[in-house]
């Protein structure tokens, strides 16, 4: 059973340009959740969709946005890129939308090198 | 944010000892805690979880301790390997309709064969 995926693993980016970071869950997880990870700030919540909804945000500008499509596949979006938002960005999944004792899963991130 | 990663606190182990990972937790209606291993480059990798209305968990080679009244969560590795080296972090989730992790700031450990 394939992990959490996600693309593209590595990628530079300029000053002012946005950025599209992709996440396919586990099959048949339907909740899918983000984060930043940074040597500074530790792994922070970005925002968790479950069944095309967004549940939850965590305290990112608005500059940060994603979705989740109907097959659970998820994207975010990271527009006008600052150099602090170089960052691993990671993906993680789980079956129900609930902390019912169901595991959540992360992927192996996208690190993102903002110049 | 909410969570603060500023110093990675260390701990370093001889090959073939136990060790124990320690960490708190902010919110008292946590109700549901996972511990995660994160090695150089790639994602955190689920070890265990406990639930809130349990105080032990045992799982291979590892086991979850939870204190409740000072909201304190700790983690033993039996015969520490040099695999075993990473990054462990504990995370807790808030209960609810939520699947949100707020994570601690993590504790390195240092295998030496």
């Not at chain 1, 500074?40 to 969709?49: D, P, T, V």
């Not at chain 1, 965590?58 to 940060?64: L, M, T, Y």
Request: hydrophobic share 30%; with cysteine; glycine share 10%.
């Amino acid at each position: 059973k394939a992990g959490v995926t996600q693309t593209p693993r590595y990628l530079i980016k300029t000053r002012g340009q946005q950025v599209t970071l992709s996440c396919s869950p586990i099959s048949g997880h339907r909740s899918v959740s983000w984060y930043q990870q940074t040597p500074g700030q530790g792994l922070q919540f970005l925002f968790e969709y479950f069944s095309e909804t967004q549940r939850n945000k965590g305290n990112f500008p608005g500059r940060f946005s994603g979705r989740q499509f109907s097959n659970s596949r998820s994207e975010m979006n990271v527009s006008t890129l600052e150099l602090g938002d170089s960052a691993l960005y990671l993906c993680a999944s789980s079956l129900v939308g609930t902390s019912s004792g169901n595991t959540i899963y992360f992927g192996e991130g996208s690190w993102l090198t903002v110049v | 944010g909410e969570s603060v990663g500023l110093h990675l606190p260390t701990l370093s182990v001889q090959e073939g000892d136990n060790s124990i990972i320690n960490c708190a937790y902010s919110n008292s209606a946590s109700d549901y805690f996972i511990w995660y291993k994160q090695e150089s480059g790639k994602g955190p990798q689920f070890i265990i979880d406990i639930r809130s209305n349990m105080d032990k968990r045992q799982g291979q080679r590892v086991t979850v301790l939870l204190n409740k009244t000072v909201k304190h969560l700790s983690l033993q590795i039996a015969a520490t390997q040099p695999g075993d080296s990473a990054v462990y972090f504990c995370a807790e989730n808030y209960g609810g309709a939520t699947n949100k992790l707020i994570f601690g700031t993590g504790t390195l450990l240092a295998v030496q064969p």
